[in-house]
C-alpha cells in the first residue's frame, strides 16, 4: 500500500488550501481514509475520516468549521480542503488507512500512513 500526499505550502492566515492523498496497492473503495496532523514537539492529531463509499465523513470539533474531507473513488484520492486557515495549523499532515478498512481516532490503529505534506501558515 502506497500513500502520497500533495498540496502542502506556505500560506498566509485567511488563505485555503486543498490537500490530496493518492492511494495505490488497495482496493481503495473498501478503505475508510483518515487524515491527521503533526505539529513540531506535538502528539500526531486526529483531523478528519470517511468511509469507503464516502457515505459518511467524520471530522473533528476543532476544525469542523474550517475542514472538510472527501473521497473520489474512480481516482483513488481523498482531499482534506481546509478554509480560514491559522497559523496554529502549521504542521505536516498524513493520510493514513486501517487494514481493517475501518477508522479510528487513534493513530496508533493505523497500518498505512503517507509521508506527509507540510502545511506552514504565516500571521
Known amino acids: 500500500v502506497l500513500l502520497v500526499e500533495s498540496g502542502g505550502g506556505l500560506v498566509q492566515a485567511g488563505d485555503s488550501l486543498r490537500l490530496s492523498c493518492a492511494a495505490s496497492g488497495l482496493i481503495f473503495s473498501s478503505y475508510a481514509m483518515t487524515w491527521f496532523r503533526q505539529a513540531p514537539g506535538k502528539e500526531r492529531e486526529f483531523l478528519a475520516a470517511?468511509?469507503?463509499?464516502?457515505?459518511?465523513?467524520y471530522v473533528d470539533d476543532p476544525v469542523k468549521s474550517r475542514f472538510t474531507i472527501s473521497r473520489d473513488n474512480a481516482e483513488n484520492t481523498v482531499a482534506l480542503q481546509m478554509n480560514n486557515l491559522e497559523p496554529e495549523d502549521t504542521a505536516v499532515y498524513y493520510c493514513?488507512?486501517?487494514?481493517?478498512?475501518?477508522?479510528?481516532?487513534?493513530?496508533?490503529?493505523?497500518?498505512?500512513w503517507g509521508r506527509g505534506t507540510q502545511v506552514t501558515v504565516s500571521r
Open positions: 470517511i468511509t469507503g463509499s464516502g457515505g459518511y465523513t
Open positions: 493514513a488507512a486501517m487494514s481493517s478498512g475501518s477508522w479510528s481516532t487513534s493513530q496508533k490503529l493505523y497500518d498505512y
